[in-house]
T-cell receptor, first 114, second 111 residues
């Protein structure tokens, strides 16, 4: 089966610092990856689509200068939360599609901004 | 773009009973509808999916039905067990539509 890893699994940082989260497809290549945010007891909210070799596509209401996305290779996408604030505390999950449809999710990164 | 709505938000059943979760979608161009199970603090796991060229798919105790005309699809779990307790998400998309998720259904199976 398809495996997607995510690192780190959890991070605690001070307000104003930046945090980088990595998403890797371990056994398949993904020209597209997706980044989601999930608040407690809520659904997965798509933040942006990461495109290898081109700029990410952001959903309405998501600040592209705050959530920097880089799709460095066919197996790696990174999400950097810049100048993090407590309201950015959330569960961030990436996914990569296999055969262009079936989404396989990473284990998620729990971010706590103090 | 696609918009997916899911009902109910919570569902409690007795062990052995059936559970049904329903979703509707807005974009008739969508052609792929997966269902995910998410346990607390873990990643969503694909449990079953259906494409628009079929009306029903079954995998042991889990089945999904799709009504393209009405633009709704449902998840059916039979003979529920306590380990089926989790949050279930439907999603719709494909055919150049990004995948959109429903709000989720928290299923509790009481022993």
């Amino acid at each position: 089966g398809a495996v997607v890893s995510q690192h780190p699994s959890w991070v605690i940082c001070k307000s104003g610092t930046s945090v980088k989260i990595e998403c890797r497809s371990l056994d398949f290549q993904a020209t597209t990856m997706f980044w989601y945010r999930q608040f407690p007891k809520q659904s997965l909210m798509l933040m942006a689509t990461s495109n290898e070799g081109s700029k990410a596509t952001y959903e309405q209401g998501v600040e592209k200068d705050k959530f920097l996305i880089n799709h460095a290779s066919l197996t790696l996408s990174t999400l950097t939360v810049t100048s993090a604030h407590p309201e950015d505390s959330s569960f961030y999950i990436c996914s990569a599609p296999l055969y262009q449809e079936t989404q396989y999710f990473g284990p998620g990164t729990r971010l706590l901004v103090l | 773009g696609e918009n997916v709505e899911q009902h109910p938000s919570t569902l409690s059943v007795q062990e052995g009973d059936s559970a049904v979760i329903k979703c509707t979608y807005s974009d008739s161009a969508s052609n792929y509808f997966p269902w995910y199970k998410q346990e607390l603090g873990k990643r969503p796991q694909l449990i079953i999916d259906i494409r628009s060229n079929v009306g029903e798919k079954k995998d042991q105790r889990i089945a999904v039905t799709l009504n393209k005309t009405a633009k709704h699809f449902s998840l059916h779990i039979t003979e529920t067990q306590p380990e089926d307790s989790a949050v279930y998400f439907c999603a719709g998309g494909g055919n150049n539509n990004d995948m959109r998720f429903g709000a989720g259904t928290r299923l509790t199976v009481k022993p």
